[in-house]
């Protein structure tokens, strides 16, 4: 050993029972390991055993060898975990070498130490343990020991990662471990928070308006000057007057109605809807065309057409379109000459594919325009907006006194708004303002532990009451009609339900329990989110799929927006309730843990509208029934690129099209919006005299293949 030791960094000393290990250290580098025994002298303890360790085994030494290292030694360190007499006992030994210099205490890695390592820690490095503390490598290890412990051992990835921050964030090793038992510890679950901001904007004030005087009346007893957002719009042409020439009735170019199209993008609560109503009020109210508001969902149609009905009932007539199934729970139908129209974007499609006579449109309300990037809903959208605006133009070129429509799109998330303004001929108005801040947090639980966890958080934020005197409530979003029950089973307060599959009374009566606060909580699914308009202070994540598809960022932050409005609450709160390495389909890509981290630090994504055959051809298909010849026309304005030469030539292959004529077969397919592969499969299907719900069952089964 004694070419070993002719230098000799660090020996460092840790109490085992009734002997001390001995840690011998050169260069940062371990050279041995030794158990030292002391014992009672005259002179006071002295070194009474002396063993090399090498695996299990020890190898016995002279005690003065130790004496020896010790005075080749530059230091001496003495672990705070061993127990005071122990290390008064060293001190003393050291002492009477004349050693006691080099000596110091110094805090230590208990694992480390017992396992033979020499780890100092300081106050910055240390994570607490129980009553002890221990280095980060040793923390790591013991946090994925405690969390295999727990049931909780596929913890893996970005959720390991997140806690594994936390932990050495907070330096208590502990309080991560509490997370994936549902103890809520806000310091931790806390992401970030999205600040309220202002932009200076000068307010327009209402009676400064060329409104007509119904409409105006109306907006003035309701508030003086309008809203950031709705002066933007005003100071940007939404309400401007525009007289179409002779020459351009004559020249046959497409006319301008009153008023700039606009896209509006601003966030939830900040007013925008006020827009697409003014401009689409005033003109019914001037006679220059109805108004159509049209959302991608009944749920939301149905709300819309009653705030109409409340709002401008006795001023204009009001009606709903939905769908081909035409659906009217509350016994309204559907009147096409209505001076507004509210509907799904489906239902006024259905409408233009069957022929039906939409009359003089003046003002088309596009809300949550975000949609054109879905995949399943995009494309009609998009064509949609096409077969739409070629009505509306044919029918204004073929007269002199009507003007065509005006077109205002609505959309709290747009991650690409100058190209979307520009790809829809319209003037941008962006307000980036969030009339509250939103504090926003992350928790890891697995499914029944949601439960309990969202509970905890629907009873506190119940049971507290905001400066503006509201009772905090909350909105909890989940994957499925199913879950949505059972959540809201289990809930110790007031809790309902909220989903497409209720009837239309019962939604109304849901709606109306929040809104006067005797709910504390509604769980809906995350497709009714977009618009639904509850007026919460609390939004709880208990899953971030639609059905077995992830949400997007655009679909994540509508739906975090529901957070917090600016009469009713001071701030909003966000929840993302994550199981770690969960997901909900095999045909999902990554695991919950890692699209939570994805959609809390993502960007927004672009919203344009993207083709494959199958929508290119089910879209060209529409726009041959509605505009004949004019169908490429249609095609080359619509925002996505469709291939039209290939969509025609298939649906000449499929026998659709007879020339720019739908064929009978085509108008069934087009009419009941259905892919090709969708249609052949009922064909088939009914050629082989199959029953109806085997003809049902085989769409599913191969949607569910695509």
Request: net charge negative; proline share 4%; hydrophobic share 35%.
């Amino acid at each position: 050993m004694s070419k070993q030791v002719q230098r000799v960094e660090t020996i460092f000393c840790h109490e085992t029972g009734d002997d001390y290990l001995i840690v011998v250290q050169r260069d940062g580098e371990r050279l041995f390991r030794a158990k030292l025994g002391l014992s009672e002298t005259s002179a006071g303890p002295r070194p009474a055993k002396f063993r090399l360790k090498q695996g299990s085994s020890e190898e016995p030494r002279q005690p003065d060898e130790f004496v020896e290292l010790a005075r080749r030694s530059e230091r001496i360190r003495i672990s705070e975990q061993t127990s005071p007499e122990g290390r008064e006992e060293l001190t003393e030994m050291l002492s009477g070498y004349q050693l006691e210099e080099k000596a110091k205490a110094v805090r230590t890695c208990r694992y480390c130490a017992s396992a033979g390592r020499y780890s100092p820690i300081t106050t910055e490095t240390a994570v607490k343990d129980d009553r002890d503390w221990i280095c980060r490598d040793c923390a790591r290890q013991e946090l994925e020991r405690q969390l295999s412990y727990s049931g909780a051992g596929g913890v893996t990835g970005a959720a390991k990662d997140r806690l594994e921050e936390l932990m050495l964030e907070v330096q208590d090793l502990q309080r991560i471990v509490n997370l994936l038992e549902g103890r809520l510890d806000p310091d931790l679950t806390k992401f970030d928070t999205i600040s309220a901001t202002t932009d200076e904007v000068d307010p327009v004030r209402v009676d400064s308006l060329d409104l007509h005087p119904d409409l105006q009346g109306l907006l003035e007893d309701r508030f003086e000057t309008l809203l950031p957002v709705q002066s933007l719009s005003v100071e940007n042409g939404l309400v401007d007057s525009a007289e179409r020439s002779s020459a351009d009735h004559a020249s046959g170019r497409s006319p301008r109605a009153d008023g700039e199209d606009q896209l509006v993008v601003s966030a939830t609560a900040t007013g925008k809807t006020l827009v697409g109503e003014m401009a689409g009020i005033d003109r019914v109210l001037k006679g220059k065309g109805k108004m159509l508001f049209l959302v991608p969902l009944v749920a939301l149609a149905n709300q819309k057409y009653e705030d109409f009905q409340d709002e401008y009932g006795h001023l204009v007539d009001v009606t709903i379109r939905v769908g081909a199934s035409r659906i009217n729970d509350d016994g309204n139908r559907f009147d096409p000459n209505a001076d507004v129209i509210v509907g799904t974007y489906e239902g006024i499609d259905h409408a233009l594919r069957t022929g039906k006579e939409m009359g003089d449109v003046g003002t088309v309300v596009i809300d949550e325009v975000h949609t054109l990037k879905e995949d399943e809903r995009g494309h009609r959208l998009d064509g949609l907006i096409s077969r739409l605006k070629h009505v509306t133009e044919q029918r204004a070129t073929r007269r002199d006194d009507y003007q065509g429509a005006q077109w205002i799109y609505l959309s709290a998330t747009v991650g690409n708004p100058e190209q979307l303004a520009k790809a829809l001929e319209s003037t941008l108005i962006e307000f980036e303002e969030r009339p509250v801040p939103i504090e926003r947090h992350v928790t890891f639980a697995d499914g029944q532990e949601k439960v309990r966890v969202a509970n905890k958080l629907v009873k506190r934020e119940f049971d507290t009451e905001s400066s503006k005197g509201y009772r905090g409530q909350t909105i909890i979003f989940t994957n499925s009609r199913r879950r949505c029950h059972e959540i809201s089973r289990k809930l110790e307060y007031s809790a309902a339900p909220y989903h497409a599959g209720l009837d239309y009374k019962r939604r109304k009566s849901v709606e109306r329990q929040f809104g006067e606060q005797e709910l504390a909580a509604v769980v809906t699914t995350a497709a009714l989110a977009a618009g639904v308009d509850f007026p919460a202070s609390q939004v709880v994540f208990d899953s971030l799929a639609m059905g077995i598809e992830w949400l997007s960022v655009q679909e994540f932050s509508q739906m975090l927006g529901r957070a917090g409005r600016p009469d009713y609450h001071d701030e909003g709160t966000v929840y993302v309730l994550v199981e770690p390495d969960c997901s909900y389909h095999n045909s999902m890509e990554g695991t919950e843990d890692e699209i939570a981290f994805t959609l809390l630090k993502g960007e927004m994504e672009s919203v344009m509208t993207h083709y494959d055959e199958g929508s290119a051809v089910e879209e060209t298909l529409a726009n041959v029934a509605v505009g004949g010849k004019s169908a490429k026309a249609l095609n080359d304005r619509m925002l996505g690129e469709v291939p039209t030469k290939h969509a025609i030539a298939k649906l000449l292959q499929y026998e659709f099209i007879d020339g720019f004529e739908p064929t009978p077969l085509g108008r069934v397919v087009t009419e009941h919006f259905l892919e090709p592969g969708e249609a052949f499969t009922l064909i088939d299907g009914i050629r082989k005299d199959a029953h109806p719900y085997d003809l049902v069952a085989d769409i599913e089964l191969r949607d569910a293949d695509l």
